[in-house]
Each structure stands twice: as structure tokens, then as C-alpha cells.
């Protein structure tokens, strides 16, 4: 399957970007109701790169759904990312 342009924009965008910074684009994107074929691929794009990096994202993606109902942060012992409360 070809990936839409779009999505490898973010994907390479994200790819030279910091854990942290990853993690500020995700929490900029709590309670943002909006949905648009441009925000699916940026935030695929983001999740997939967690992943890439071997990064633990169960608390917020299923496999198939990404969760934004709270912000994250990155727990570098468990290279994980843990919901803040």
C-alpha cells in the first residue's frame, strides 16, 4: 500500500525530532475535536514514530485507536509513555 505524501511528511519531520518534543506535539493535540484526512496522517505519523523508537504507547493507542482525552509524558526507565493525571 502507497503512504499518502502527507503522511511521510510528518513521518520524516518527527523522525529528527526529540522524545520530548514528540511528546508536546501529542499533548498540543488533547481536547482538539476536530478531524481532517491532514490530522489522521500527522497523527499516525506520531504514533509510529514512538513505536519506531521502541516506545510503549498502550496507554494511549490500542493498535487500532488513539486516545487524546489526556496529556502523556515519557518515563525513560521504562521507555514508556505514562498518562498524567
Known amino acids: 500500500m502507497l503512504q499518502s505524501i502527507y503522511y511521510i511528511k510528518f513521518a ?4 529528527d525530532m526529540q522524545i520530548t518534543e514528540l511528546v508536546n506535539i501529542f ?3 488533547i481536547g482538539n ?3 481532517t484526512s491532514m490530522r489522521a496522517y500527522h497523527d499516525q505519523a506520531l ?3 514512538f513505536q519506531r523508537r521502541g516506545i510503549n504507547t498502550a496507554c494511549i ?3 487500532h485507536v488513539i ?3 489526556h496529556p502523556v509524558t515519557y ?3 521504562n521507555n514508556q509513555l ?3 493525571n
Do not use: P
Open 47 to 49: 504514533i509510529d514514530e
Open 12 to 15: 520524516l519531520q518527527f523522525a
Open 82 to 84: 505514562v498518562l498524567v
Open 67 to 69: 486516545c487524546f482525552a
Open 75 to 77: 518515563d525513560l526507565t
Open 33 to 35: 475535536r476536530g478531524w
Open 27 to 29: 499533548n498540543r493535540q
Open 61 to 63: 493507542c490500542d493498535g
